[in-house]
Every structure is written in C-alpha cells, then in structure tokens.
C-alpha cells in the first residue's frame, strides 16, 4: 500500500482524532481549566525504571511526561490546568505504544481522586458521544481480552477494585505490599507465574499482573485500580489510613491502559528520598540516570494538595473508533515520519 491509499484508510480515524479532541477540549474549557504549554527539552526527564527518555542534546532530554513542570505551575497558582502534550519514550514500539505519542494530563489542587475518576468518566463518554459511540464501544479481538471480540459499555459509573482484591480474586494471593524480593518471587510462583531467581520487586508484580490480572480488566465495562503497593507509586502520596499503599489508579478499558492517577506527594525529603531510590535502581540496572529536578523539589513546599492524571489521547481513540493498532488513529507511526 502507498502512502496514499495509506492515508486514506486512516482518513476517517483522522477525521475521527479531531472531532474527538474538540470535544475534550470543550470538557476541559466547560471544567475551567487553563490549558497550558511547558517545555519539550528538559534535563530532568523523570527517574522512573520502566521509562527511557531520548536525547535531545545540550544535556537535554525529549519529555516523557510533562508531570515536572506541571506540578510546578500547580505550585506556582494555577490550581486547575489541561495540557495536550507531545511524549517520547525510548523503545516502545508496538500495538499500543509509539516512541512518539499524545498525552493529555491535568491536575486538580484542592481535588480528590473521585474527581479524576468522574473527570474520566465524563470524558470517555463524551469522546464516544462525539463520534457516534455512546453508551457501547466496539472491542476487536486483537485487543479484546478475556473477553475477545465484544461491546464495552461505557453508561454509568465504571466499575472500581483494589490492587489487593484484583490479586486475591484471579491470581489467589494476599499482598501487603512490604514484602521482600525473595517473598515477592514466591507470591509469582504461587500465582502460577515464572519469574527469573533474580527478579526484581517491580518486575515481579507486573509479571504476575500482566499474567492474571490485566486480561480481566475493563472487558464489561471500563475498571479504575485502585490502591497501589508503595513502591510502584514513587510520585504518589502514602493513604493515610493504610501506608503500604498510595493514592494511585489506573484506568483499563477495552484490553487498553488509558490513564494513570496520583493524589500527588507535596513532601519534598520524601520526594528526594524516592527519585534517589529510583536512581540507585537505574544505575543497577545499568539504565541511563538522568538529574534530580532540583527546581521541582524546591516547588512542592508550595504546592497545594493536588491529584494528577495523565491519559493517552491516542488509546482513547484507539477505545471510541475500535482501534486494533495505535498506528491506525495516528498520521504516521514512527517509522512512517
């Protein structure tokens, strides 16, 4: 297939992308948020194991998320700010990732993870309304899950569980959350999951929840994860009435991760504390270590009590056009440019 007829099979997902980003802007625009723009060369990119930046010379590197400076406005007075973002990320290539993609995060001082949770809500309903989709979405099988090919719903509230209770159910083990490597390797093989000797803690949890969670996840209608353990929250304030696990959640629908959410931390000697584990982490495993943003812990201090959530734009339209491929609802895929 030639460009051309490439670019006219992907004409009404095109179509489709802008219709859809109107209609978000206007939630946003209706909630009273200012959008904003913060910078796409930085030289802190995050700390986070799991995520590799790419260079963009002088010491700088392309966004991974534009969560820093976000925050830092939020610090600065803009209590309720939307921003649509250009995002890169080295390595991710493949049906639901691009080494370039669109995030769209905001942020709530003064707002609870409820908020976000409705916020989510009210958005995915009003993406699906914009193209025709309202109340169910069409699931491909390529991305269907347990379920395979089906309708999700998308009326009503989402369906909510905890980390904690997802695991008892499907993989028939307890988490606290405190639990040594070698106790976090016995928990995978006891969920029927094959783990190296020498895995660690993170790489043992997303190994069993990738295994026997997530294909569970959003099949009737979408679910918010709630509850995370500790240490896969290092942005993320501890719950006050259970510290072995933070604010966070994850929003799955349709076989697809579409947002992530934090009631943010705000204490910069905790904060510290985190991206310096999260750096001993990469040097051991022989990651790339990027700086420590300095400004954005000198900024928390300020910060109002905040929650933040970043939710990929093109797996939201992956969700309402029934998307198999994130390359269908994008112009050019990386290797297209």
């Known amino acids: 297939m030639d460009e051309r007829e490439r670019l006219a099979a992907r004409r009404p997902a095109l179509e489709a992308r802008a219709t859809v980003l109107r209609a978000v802007r206007a939630y946003f625009e209706g909630q009273g948020f ?26 700088r590197y392309l966004v991974t998320s ?51 949770m409705r916020d989510c809500e009210a958005i995915v309903a009003a993406a699906a309304r914009a193209v025709g989709k309202w109340p169910t979405a069409d699931v491909p099988a390529r991305r269907g899950g347990a379920a395979g090919v089906h309708g999700l719903a998308l009326d009503g ?23 040594s490597e070698a106790e976090m390797r016995e928990l995978a093989t006891r969920a029927g999951c094959r783990v190296a000797p020498d895995a660690a803690w993170d790489d043992v949890f997303y190994q069993v929840f990738l295994d026997r969670i997530e294909p569970h996840l959003g099949t009737g209608r979408p679910t918010f994860v709630l509850d995370w353990p500790v240490p896969l929250g290092a942005l993320a304030r501890r719950k006050s009435d259970d510290p072995l696990t933070v604010e966070r959640f994850e929003l799955y629908a349709g076989g697809l991760e579409l947002a992530n959410a934090f009631g943010e931390l705000t204490d910069p000697v905790e904060q510290r504390r985190r991206f310096q584990t999260e750096v001993a982490c990469r040097k ?39 998307a198999s491929s994130i390359r269908e609802v994008m112009a050019f895929a990386h290797d297209e440019a």
């Open 34 to 59: 200012l959008e904003v723009e913060t910078p796409a060369r930085v030289f802190s990119p995050g700390q986070e194991v799991h995520l590799d930046a790419l260079p963009a010379g002088g010491g």
């Open 66 to 116: 534009p969560e820093y400076h976000m925050k830092r406005l939020v610090a600065g007075g803009l209590p309720r700010i939307v921003q649509f973002c250009r995002c890169f990320r080295a390595e991710e290539d493949g049906p639901f990732h691009q080494p370039e993609f669109t995030m769209v995060e905001w942020y709530r001082a003064g707002g609870s993870l409820d908020d976000l």
């Open 157 to 179: 509230p989402f369906e909510r569980a905890t980390v904690r209770d997802l695991l008892r159910i499907h993989a028939g083990v307890d988490l606290r959350g405190d639990e």
């Open 284 to 322: 051991e495993r022989g990651k790339a270590v990027y700086p420590i943003d300095e400004k954005l812990l000198d900024a928390l201090p300020r910060m109002p009590p905040t929650c933040g959530i970043a939710m990929g734009f093109d797996r939201l339209l992956m969700l309402v056009v029934g």
